[in-house]
């Protein structure tokens, strides 16, 4: 079955920075975009960057341009998310996020999602 198992986050002060980790299995990764999305206290889930299944083309929301890169090593089947000049805005919980076809239709799958906390 398809599984995405998130890792690396924890508290931070700001200004400083953290790796996400996405380990993938089930479907076949190098073929697939994959995607981080996070979602913080009183706010909707929100797509924070995208990367090509090639890591050729990649996407980012405007308040992470600069500061957020998305990377994958299809080789080891995980995608990343290197988060730096970190500010308490950025605290949510930081899912991994593809979309493949199963029963004939378009399905979304979810990590269980990992905590990032953004404190002085």
């Known amino acids: 079955q398809v599984q995405l198992v998130e890792s690396g986050g924890g508290l931070v002060q700001p200004g400083g920075s953290l790796r996400l980790s996405c380990a993938a299995s089930g479907f076949m990764f190098s073929g697939t975009t994959m995607n981080w999305y996070r979602q913080a206290p009183g706010k909707e889930r929100e797509l924070v960057a995208s990367i090509s299944s090639g890591g050729g083309i990649t996407n980012y929301a405007d308040s992470m341009k600069g500061r957020f890169t998305i990377s994958r090593d299809n080789a080891k089947r995980t995608v990343y998310l290197q988060m730096n000049s970190l500010n308490p805005e950025d605290t949510a919980v930081y899912y991994c996020?593809?979309?493949?076809?199963?029963?004939?239709?378009?399905?979304?799958?979810w990590g269980q999602g990992t905590q990032v906390t953004v404190s002085s």
């Open positions: 996020h593809t979309r493949l076809q199963r029963l004939g239709t378009l399905r979304d799958y």
